[in-house]
């Protein structure tokens, strides 16, 4: 008798018993890995989410930036004692550093690689070989 290195169960050695085996254990190994899937998906989905939801934070800010800019602009077109302008020109520069650091965070959690179902791809990997050495 050996353990059935997928569930851990006693089993014989004939080739009847190992494909009775593999046949009992690939529904439930099946089922296991679809769960892990969609958990998974859920997972990189609300990631996703987030993500879209700092790049839409990133544009509000790109947003008042500008505004602040074109304000700060203005008053030091028109003031010429720069003090008034620089200000708010200095506010709309960090507003502006702010709208970029939080868009290329969202764009970098965007990125597909970083989206895929890598632990089911892993355990589909393991799956497989763990059937190989089932089957020999």
Known sequence: MRMDPIDGRA???????????LLTSVPDLFRKEMALLRSEIGDKTEQAVTAVGMIVGAVVFALVAL??????????????????????LIVGGVIAALAVA??????NDLKASRLAPSRT?????R???????AVR
Do not use: F
């Not at 089993?11 to 085996?21: F, H, N, T």
């Not at 800019?69 to 708010?88: D, E, K, Q, Y």
């Not at 939080?102 to 764009?107: F, N, P």
């Not at 791809?121 to 990997?125: G, S």
């Open 11 to 21: 089993r014989g050695d004939s080739a009847g018993s190992l494909i009775a085996d």
């Open 67 to 88: 505004n602040v800019l074109a304000a700060a602009l203005v008053v030091a077109l028109t003031n010429a004692g720069l003090s008034g302008g620089w200000s708010a």
């Open 102 to 107: 939080l868009g290329l965070k969202g764009m």
């Open 121 to 125: 791809a892993e355990n589909l990997k």
């Open 127 to 133: 799956d497989a070989q763990a059937m190989k050495e």
